[in-house]
């Protein structure tokens, strides 16, 4: 197959997750020889390096460019009628609403792509959250937890209950709330990462990253962290929305290295499921069974 021109569009504001899948995907697809055209959507309009063009104006743009494909990443915010126009084949998180009337439909992905998506990609995280040795809790306070996102839906009501709760048994715990996901060198300093997700699409929780850094992990028991965490094998899986549930696990992961070493044990191997390398592969063997 000819070298592919893709154009990548990012709708802001991107999710961490959507962010680094995009920054992984241009990573492979410039290591492929591939040619690569850019667009950021934003309040109506499409920015790109020559200027900023108005939305409705992106359809034409595209056909201009004669791209063989167009992924888009992040969530479409209000109307979704600027992709009536959009040269197929597309790839995206979301799906269109259906219409049973034939000049308002818009056109269908040629793929969706979510980790729970039948056409999903594996997730990647970024190289230098990999460690070699598990990094267990310190044997004596203060004791330091962490997560991420106090914007996520319902993540801040979730923390102060699970806080209150551990202050009944416990006054040498620290919480801290990150604006996203921390850098390697401030995750290896906290004794336990928490995931609290209420939205079973809510992929932001850094479930991945800590795993990649042999931490233990207290998380919600949503889809994505079953998966990632080989269904509690390499975490402590709580119910949503559950601060009794998470308290107690948190305390587990703490307090209880007998229930931490078989999920560390896990860790050893899991790693490689989140490397760059296996996305890739699943990006272009997708890209390329869409262009066939």
């Known amino acids: 197959m000819h070298s592919m021109l893709i154009a990548q569009i990012a709708l802001d504001p991107l999710s961490f997750f959507d962010s680094k899948s995009l920054r992984h995907d241009r990573q492979t697809l410039e290591a492929a020889g591939s ?65 049973r009337i034939p000049w308002s439909r818009l056109p269908a992905p040629a793929a969706i792509v979510t980790p729970l998506s039948p056409d999903s990609l594996p997730e990647a995280v970024d190289e230098g959250y990999f460690a070699e040795a598990d990094s267990p809790p310190r044997q004596h306070g203060p004791f330091v937890i962490g997560s991420a996102g106090p914007q996520r839906k319902g993540i801040d009501v979730m923390t102060r209950a699970t806080m209150a709760r551990l202050g009944r048994f416990r006054d040498d715990v620290e919480w801290r709330v990150f604006e996203t996901i921390p850098s390697p060198a401030e995750l290896q300093e906290l004794d336990l990462w928490i995931d609290p997700a209420l939205d079973e699409l809510d992929f932001d929780g850094g479930t991945a990253e800590a795993l990649c850094a042999r931490k233990t992990v207290v998380a919600s028991r949503t889809e994505v962290n079953r998966m990632r965490t080989e269904d509690g094998a390499a975490g402590l899986l709580v119910p949503v929305g559950d601060p009794n549930e998470m308290t107690h696990a948190i305390l587990l992961g703490l307090f209880k290295p007998e229930l931490r070493k078989p999920r560390s044990q896990r860790l050893i191997t899991i790693g490689a499921r989140f490397e760059r390398g296996a996305r890739s592969e699943s990006l272009m063997k997708l890209y390329r069974s869409i262009l066939r």
């Not at 790109?48 to 460019?65: F, I, V």
């Not at 888009?72 to 979704?80: A, E, L, M």
């Open 35 to 99: 040619e690569l055209i850019t667009y950021s959507i934003s309040d109506q309009l499409v920015r790109t390096n020559r200027g900023d063009l108005p939305l409705q104006r992106l359809a034409d743009e595209l056909k201009r460019q004669n791209a063989d494909l167009v992924h888009i990443y992040g969530s479409p915010q209000g109307s979704r009628q600027w992709l009536r126009g959009i040269p197929k084949p597309y790839l995206s998180a979301f799906g269109v609403p259906r219409s």
